[in-house]
């Protein structure tokens, strides 16, 4: 789910962080059960290109099928098409179970198999994962952005603002709404790292703190919260009153919850997070009747059906048509897309005489090298003149945010183009 995610430090912290990150050193080496690869021939003077994309699958929590799916459709659809640099692309596959030791399991599964990059990936545990990334000189390229470390490692290139663009968004949208909120979250470590952020959009407009409620994250009864929320939220008759729920998978059972119990309470705004919503779940609960209608959204990009997305929605048709886990408007599968747009054109760069590593790659993005996604994102590069002054976000190189509003059943925006949200973060205490 969500973590989530970030705090502020000064940037002369930053360098003995990083070193002291960088000077874990890991041990052992294993291979994660029901890890996968893609099969396929070979290609190139090199032999194929081998990355890893990770994430929880089938555990009692937050879920993301989709996309380890997206990652293994990406490599049928490349491959049919030339494949990167010349050469095939192998992808391997591994679960972590929403556990920081299968995370780090994965990581080193990474290693073993020779993986040149981890692409596209999910995990709320970044520092369990990178480490072992970082021993070996792994870049870790387009993750989700649901730890704090995927912003603060050397070897981590997100493609987006992660969840602490979108808190410090989400409270920069509410801040024009909302005279109280109340954020309910997981009860997670990755959870711990939200408050500061939505308070910092609050912050903003000159809005007080956000309550802040927490719920187990593999929760199916969240009436207790629902009922705090609401009386938190409507307390004061004269005050608008808003409740932002940010709970990834257990999102859809907080709302339902709260539905059944708001007509005893006064009316209060709902907010939320791409990642805890898209136009796929409105639709499947309910379209316009459905407990999001109204609710405020902040998300990282283009609305689903944006014809941005097209060329995205042309490859899964043609290699993963049928399947149900690669949503076109699910944020993960967005997400991983990107990421591997991004290794396609770092590979392609390279030429099919150079070498193809992890070395290589990271050379690559650390000289600056431009990547596009046909404006799905604004051009990245991650060089040093590039990355982020936001304090504890050093390798944060999009900070771009939409605000939307679910309206008669469709994710609208509620602003036009994207707004930035750097200086909010470098603020979040």
Request: charged share 20%; proline share 6%; net charge negative.
């Amino acid at each position: 789910m969500t973590g989530r995610r970030p705090t502020t430090i000064p940037r002369t912290t930053f360098t003995s962080r990083t070193l002291r990150t960088i000077a874990v050193a890991v041990s052992g080496a294993s291979l994660v059960a029901g890890c996968g690869l893609v099969p396929g021939t070979t290609g190139g003077s090199e032999g194929p290109v081998t990355v890893m994309t990770w994430a929880p699958e089938q555990t009692g929590a937050t879920n993301m099928p989709g996309i380890p799916a997206m990652a293994r459709a990406y490599a049928r659809w490349v491959n049919a098409h030339g494949g990167i640099g010349g050469r095939q692309l192998k992808v391997l596959t591994c679960n972590d179970h929403n556990d920081g030791v299968d995370a780090a399991k994965c990581a080193r599964s990474a290693v073993d198999q020779h993986a040149v990059a981890v692409v596209g990936s999910y995990s709320q545990y970044g520092r369990a994962f990178l480490s072992p990334l970082e021993s070996a000189g792994i870049p870790y390229i387009g993750g989700y952005g649901v730890s704090d470390a995927e912003f603060t490692s050397p070897l981590s290139y997100p493609v987006n603002g992660g969840q602490a663009a979108l808190l410090a968004g989400n409270g920069e949208q509410l801040a024009h709404i909302c005279d109280r909120t109340v954020l309910i979250r997981p009860d997670t470590i990755a959870g711990d790292e939200l408050p500061p952020l939505l308070d910092a959009g609050l912050a903003l407009g000159k809005r007080p703190a956000a309550t802040d409620l927490r719920a187990a994250e593999d929760s199916n009864d969240l009436d207790t919260q629902a009922d705090r929320a609401l009386s938190t939220a409507s307390s004061d008759p004269l005050a608008e009153g808003c409740v932002a729920a940010v709970l990834g998978d257990r999102t859809d059972t907080f709302m339902d919850s709260f539905r059944r119990l708001r007509a005893d309470y006064p009316e209060v705004h709902t907010a939320t997070v791409l990642g805890s919503v898209d136009q796929t779940v409105i639709n499947r609960t309910g379209g316009a009747s459905s407990p999001y209608e109204g609710a405020y959204v902040t998300g990282w990009y283009p609305a689903a059906d944006d014809a941005r997305w097209n060329p995205m929605r042309k490859a899964i048709d043609e290699v993963a048509f049928g399947d149900n886990r690669i949503d076109p408007a699910d944020a993960g599968v967005q997400t991983t897309w990107i990421a591997y747009t991004v290794l396609k054109q770092l590979v392609d760069s390279l030429g099919e005489d150079d070498d193809v590593s992890a070395r290589s790659l990271r050379i690559a993005l650390d000289k600056g090298a431009k990547v596009t996604t046909g404006g799905l994102t604004p051009t990245l590069r991650w060089d040093y003149a590039h990355l982020s002054a936001a304090g504890d976000f050093p390798r944060l190189v999009n900070a771009r945010v939409a605000f939307q509003k679910v309206d008669k059943g469709r994710l609208v925006a509620t602003h036009k183009g994207l707004v930035d949200v750097t200086d909010t973060l470098a603020k979040a205490p």
